[in-house]
């Protein structure tokens, strides 16, 4: 589906015209252990499978037009890793039109290191990370989904009428207060700034609500700038406690007015046996000894 195939050498994609974003890569299985009721203890253990920063490369929309690629027919491409597990995944072309899917050379002003997919690798914002497919030798065009192995045996959402959920990639909006949080003491009454992080992969963050009594109120959160599209984006919260346990959560809303979900709100849709995609509000307990837990409401 290219009326010419091409081979790119680094030199070759260096000396195109280049374009640089920042951007959140979220495992799709980030906040996984919450689906099963595992209450694990801090925040790195519920959300600390993310990161934000700036990617460098070359649009994949310019490497396709220079192919010409027949785009009526091409509706996905195959990317191709050159890991020893031979990670394989499908991207829909609605993801690459719009120029945001990189074959990207650059990591935060530097090359890429090699963890991180030295010397190429695909960023395609807002999808979960096992999609941003490392060390990236080969791509092809293609009428339908590939069906790799890691898209038919995994990352796939087992739904309550026991049907599979595949290609569920984005990384639906989600936010959850990193301070205070599980793990951490609170030492006397009195102020304290809760702060957390927001996201989504389908674009900016419109707002994020904090309440710090189980949900029952909710009060406006200051969002930090830049408030960028599909980018971390970090807010706070003036709280004033009084020594009394407290519940505390955090909900987003993004500019497409998706709403974080609660557990309750979650599981109707999507059961209780999946792994992916677990965009839950998150609650921590502040006890009257200041130490803060990890509890989930219903």
Known sequence: MLKTPMVFTMDDLMRLPSVSRIHFIECGANTGMEWGNVAVPTVQYTHGMISCSEFTGVPLRLLLDMCGADYKRG????AEGADGSGMTRTIPMSLIQNDEVLVAYGQNGEMLRPENGYPLRLVVPGVQGVSWVKYLRRIELGDKPYGAKDEVLHYVDLLPDGTHRQYSSIQEIKSVITSPSGGQVLLDKGTHQITGLAWSGRGKVRKVDVSVDGGRNWQPARMQTPVLSKCLTRFTLPWNWDGKPALLMSRAVDETRHIQPTYS??????????????????????????????????
């Not at 999507?270 to 409401?297: F, P």
């Open 265 to 298: 709100e979650l599981r109707k849709v999507r059961g209780s046996r999946s792994v992916y995609h677990n965009n839950a509000i998150q609650t921590w307990l502040v006890e009257e000894s200041g130490e803060v837990k990890n509890v989930q409401l219903s």
């Open 75 to 78: 509706k996905f491409v195959l």
